[in-house]
């Protein structure tokens, strides 16, 4: 039977016996339930420089050099490099740099803090770092004959400078654009919903207390939640370029103008469901039971219903179920693809369920930021389906211990297609000869239509008539 078509089967039997829901044994002790993006983890990229050819036009027909040679990177990479150098220091801007095993946040986080205090908006340090990053490089080719030089342009993975530029934004909180300094200088943009939330609240006087990068309590949930429902693309993107045009960068507007700029696409999404318990001493006894009976919430079938995809023998994932534990916090992990959903026990008084997308196609979506809102809509379905998913029965288990809420984002059950009488078979009819025929056979073969013969084919050769034979005589 096929992974899909037993889960449904699971969902089925669940309803039928009227189990016990996780959402019935969290009734009445859950004070808050908040959908929100969390961290959020941007590339940028120039569209019309991803290729050799277009790396050629770059140098030649832009710039206008004679020669598209591999120096001209570098001459570009000093100049960005020699501005960061004077943005800091015209405004006394911290630069900071990471050891190679230094954890950047943990750096960070006294400039940030300070920032916030503060209420002051700007860039608050400026991070630099060696990384590996995806550049062109440009090697010399043997020419066919006399003449300039020419160079061939591919991608490869190089050792180069990047600069992390921390910023507190007074949309967004705290936030960071990492700029590579060679060519084609790709970026990455990180952003935490919840902290934009938190900035949004505090400007709007909704009253709340934090947990970690979450909420504890809030005055007023519901308006909490449609501020988390109004961040979206547009708004992320506001925030890039509003940064774009206060940072140095590689790349001015004259580049712009004639179509080298930066566009952003989803890397890592974070998509959470926190609901926050009234008995903290009971949040861990219960979620602790909830790990040992979610210990095989990896097998296809689960995640078939979970994500709402279908997996087919040869789905290219590792299902498995992976726990967890960091001294006494344990995480459940569940798989699929290259994104996985998370579950743990957030400051021991709120559970959060959170699905990590590193791949938006693992989801059916695209990779544009312009498609953030649809694969946001199903990882909060994922999220609700990890919450209320019944365990499938097989022999000798247990009856499934959880069911589905009938909401319209959650997986049904199809109903069986409506049957009725078969129909009679048709009986074959010879169509009848036109009467025209005899006239129409005649233009065309000009004469009666020959006589059939055998079949198209090797034909046994005519027998061949022979003398007969003299007797000798006496």
């Known amino acids: 039977m096929a992974a899909g078509v037993r889960a449904r089967a699971a969902i089925t039997a669940a309803n039928a016996a009227g189990v016990t829901t996780i959402s019935q044994v969290l009734d009445g002790h859950v004070t808050l339930d908040l959908e929100c993006l969390d961290r959020v983890y941007l590339n940028g990229y120039v569209p019309n420089l991803q290729v050799s050819g277009q790396v050629v036009t770059f140098l030649t027909q832009h710039l206008g050099n004679p020669i598209p040679s591999p120096a001209l990177f570098t001459k570009i990479g000093q100049r960005f490099r020699a501005?960061?150098?004077?943005?800091?220091?015209?405004?006394?801007?911290?630069?900071?740099?990471?050891?190679?095993?230094?954890?950047?946040?943990?750096?960070?986080?006294?400039?940030?803090?300070?920032?916030?205090?503060?209420?002051?908006?700007?860039?608050?340090?400026?991070?630099?770092a060696q990384e590996f990053q995806r550049v062109f490089t440009g090697t010399q080719r043997k020419p066919d004959g006399p003449g300039a030089p020419q160079f061939t342009f591919t991608k490869a993975d190089r050792r180069v400078s990047v600069y992390y530029f921390y910023v507190w934004d007074e949309e967004f909180g705290p936030a960071f654009i990492k700029?590579?300094?060679?060519?084609?200088?790709?970026?990455?943009?990180?952003?935490?919903?919840?902290?934009?939330?938190?900035?949004?609240?505090?400007?709007?006087?909704?009253?709340f207390t934090e947990l970690a990068n979450g909420f504890a309590t809030c005055d007023d949930p519901d308006r909490l939640q449609q501020l988390c429902d109004r961040l979206g693309p547009a708004t992320i993107q506001e925030l890039f370029e509003r940064w774009l045009?206060?940072?140095?960068?590689?790349?001015?507007?004259?580049?712009?103008?004639a179509g080298y700029w930066w566009e952003l696409s989803m890397r890592?999404?974070?998509?959470?469901?926190?609901?926050?318990?009234?008995?903290?001493?009971?949040?861990?006894?219960?979620?602790?039971?909830?790990v040992a009976d979610n210990l095989g919430i990896g097998r296809p079938d689960e995640i078939s219903l979970i994500f709402d995809r279908r997996i087919r023998s040869d789905t290219d994932s590792g299902f498995a179920t992976r726990v967890v534990t960091r001294g006494v916090e344990v995480t459940v992990n569940v798989f699929y693809k290259h994104s996985r959903i998370k579950q743990y026990l957030k400051e021991g008084r709120a559970v959060?369920?959170?699905?990590?997308?590193?791949?938006?196609?693992?989801?059916?979506?695209?990779?544009r930021l312009v498609h953030l809102d649809q694969l946001q809509?199903?990882?909060?379905?994922?999220?609700?389906?990890?919450?209320?998913?019944?365990?499938?029965?097989?022999?000798?288990?247990?009856?499934?211990?959880?069911?589905?809420?009938?909401?319209p984002d959650q997986l049904r059950p199809d109903p069986a297609?409506?049957?009725?009488?078969?129909?009679?078979?048709?009986?074959?009819?010879?169509?009848?000869?036109?009467?025209?025929?005899?006239?129409?056979?005649?233009?065309?073969?000009?004469?009666?239509?020959p006589a059939a013969g055998p079949p198209a084919g090797r034909q046994r050769p005519a027998s061949v008539a022979t003398a007969p034979q003299r007797t000798p005589s006496g």
């Open 179 to 207: 700029v590579c300094s060679y060519f084609p200088y790709p970026m990455k943009v990180w952003v935490n919903g919840h902290e934009w939330a938190k900035q949004q609240a505090r400007r709007l006087g909704i009253g």
């Open 377 to 407: 809509a199903r990882a909060r379905a994922a999220n609700r389906r990890r919450v209320h998913q019944p365990e499938p029965t097989r022999p000798g288990d247990r009856p499934a211990r959880a069911d589905l809420h009938r909401r």
């Open 268 to 290: 890592q999404v974070e998509v959470s469901r926190t609901l926050v318990l009234d008995q903290p001493r009971q949040a861990r006894a219960f979620f602790e039971a909830l």
């Open 245 to 257: 045009a206060r940072l140095p960068l590689p790349l001015g507007q004259t580049d712009r103008a």
């Open 83 to 128: 501005a960061v150098a004077r943005f800091a220091a015209d405004h006394h801007i911290p630069v900071v740099h990471f050891d190679k095993d230094a954890r950047k946040a943990e750096v960070m986080r006294p400039y940030l803090d300070a920032a916030q205090t503060a209420g002051r908006s700007g860039v608050v340090a400026v991070g630099v």
């Open 417 to 449: 297609a409506p049957q009725g009488p078969h129909p009679a078979p048709a009986t074959l009819q010879h169509l009848r000869a036109h009467q025209r025929r005899g006239a129409v056979r005649a233009v065309l073969h000009q004469g009666p239509r």
């Open 352 to 367: 959060r369920v959170e699905t990590v997308c590193n791949s938006p196609g693992d989801l059916g979506c695209q990779r």
